[in-house]
Antibody
Framework: EEQLVESGGGLVKPGGSLRLSCATS????????MNWVRQAPGKGLEWVSS????????YYADSVKGRFTISRDNARSSLYLQMNSLRAEDTALYFC???????????????????WGQGTLVTVSS | DIVMTQSPDSLAVSLGERATINCKSS????????????LAWYQQKPGQVPKLLIY???TREPGVPDRFSGSGSGTDFTLTISSLQAEDVAVYYC?????????FGGGTKVEIK
């Protein structure tokens, strides 16, 4: 069974940085597109970023563009999210999610999310 | 951006009865070149992680009970729970993956009457 385990969350001051990691197992990581999805406390789901299998295609929500950077290491079966210039509105539970291959192109990653981690909580507060 | 609007915000249904959740997209999520609707449904039980139920608007994820079904095309979609069970209490979300940014509906909370 596939496993996705996020880490790296915590309390950070506005303007600070955090790096989230997602360690995966139980599936061939290098064959899947990957994503970050977040959920603010008591709120709905918000897509944050997607990365294709070979990192050729990367997309971000406008709310994080220029501040967050998604990356992956296929040799380590791991996904990352570098978050800079954090704001209070970035406070959320961040989920690492998996998507089937074949749907990332030069215009978008047409991803649905077939497997989710447990999430790591990021709190931005002074 | 494609806006996804779910209705109702919440509903209470008796055990064994049908629950119907609607999802409307601000523009069509039907892709003519492959004849598919780029629409997924998720279930999030209290205190749990979201779980994929349906993709391509009507394809059930393996292991999902057949009381869950998805229908619709273009801009109007429905998730139906044919006979509500106690374990189906959850918030349900639709999501379009037709174009970036990927967007979710606001969620529909299903409770037992």
């Amino acid at each position: 069974e596939e496993q996705l385990v996020e880490s790296g969350g915590g309390l950070v001051k506005p303007g600070g940085s955090l790096r989230l990691s997602c360690a995966t197992s139980g599936f061939t990581f290098s064959s899947y597109n990957m994503n970050w999805v977040r959920q603010a406390p008591g709120k709905g789901l918000e897509w944050v970023s997607s990365i294709s299998i070979s990192s050729s295609y990367i997309y971000y929500a406008d709310s994080v563009k220029g501040r967050f950077t998604i990356s992956r290491d296929n040799a380590r079966s791991s996904l990352y999210l570098q978050m800079n210039s954090l704001r209070a509105e970035d406070t959320a539970l961040y989920f690492c999610t998996r998507s089937p291959p074949g749907y990332c192109t030069s215009t978008s990653c047409r991803n649905w999310f077939d497997s989710w981690g447990q999430g790591t909580l990021v709190t931005v507060s002074s | 951006d494609i806006v996804m609007t779910q209705s109702p915000d919440s509903l209470a249904v008796s055990l064994g009865e049908r629950a119907t959740i609607n999802c409307k997209s601000s523009q069509s999520v039907f892709y003519r070149s492959d004849n598919k609707d780029y629409l997924a449904w998720y279930q999030q039980k209290p205190g749990q992680v979201p779980k994929l139920l349906i993709y391509w608007a009507s394809t059930r994820e393996p292991g999902v009970p057949d009381r869950f079904s998805g229908s619709g095309s273009g801009t109007d979609f429905t998730l139906t729970i044919s006979s509500l069970q106690a374990e189906d209490v959850a918030v349900y979300y639709c999501q379009q993956y037709y174009s970036s940014p990927l967007t979710f509906g606001g969620g529909t909370k299903v409770e037992i009457k």
